[in-house]
């Protein structure tokens, strides 16, 4: 009786510790996910690209105490769209603001590297009214160097995929 009392205890204690630990895990940002969002934080400042002979500006400004990473895309001929990243505990995601009505909810498949690109997938779709809507599915980003960015969005419409490639250099002041 004395020997089952012990094993009850042992067993008691190990599994208060290994939810104590797993609470801890819960509450804590991987560090994968936080590294490539402070690496994201130097993207702060104003872009250009021209992409099909049209201006396109992207502004980056950190939000929200600097847990928020705000994108605002502006073309010469469009209304502005956002973009809003930022650390969700163990994950990297991205919330586009479309032009087309709809929001985008994407995570990133491997939060790593900026240098080596940063890809979000699509993970839902809010604000469609069909299924065929024009969406984004997917947003790569890659930090060139530190004047040089390189954007890669997926989208689907009616069915057909395609992409999007915007190359931005840092505008200077």
């Known amino acids: ?34 590294a490539t ?25 950190l939000t929200a105490n600097g847990t928020a ?20 505990g163990d994950r990297l995601i991205a919330t586009h603001y479309c032009i087309a009505g709809n929001q985008p909810h994407m995570v990133a498949t491997a939060p790593d590297d900026l240098h080596k690109g940063v890809a ?8 469609m009214k069909t299924a065929d809507d024009w969406h984004n599915t997917g947003i790569t980003i890659t930090l060139d160097d530190s004047n040089h960015m390189t954007q890669t969005w997926t989208y689907l419409y009616k069915g057909k995929a395609g992409k999007t490639v915007f190359h931005y250099t840092r505008a200077t002041e």
């Open 1 to 34: 009786m004395k020997e089952r009392r012990k094993h009850l205890s042992a067993i008691a204690v190990l599994l208060a510790i290994a939810i104590a630990a797993n609470a801890e895990h819960q509450n804590a940002p991987a560090a994968g996910s936080t």
């Open 37 to 61: 969002f402070a690496q994201m934080k130097s993207l702060v400042g104003e872009w250009t690209a021209v992409q099909d002979g049209v201006t396109v500006t992207e502004t980056y400004k």
């Open 69 to 88: 990473l705000m994108a605002e895309t502006r073309s010469a001929n469009e209304p502005a769209m956002i973009t809003m990243i930022t650390v969700d």
């Open 120 to 127: 979000f997938r699509l993970d839902r779709v809010t604000g």
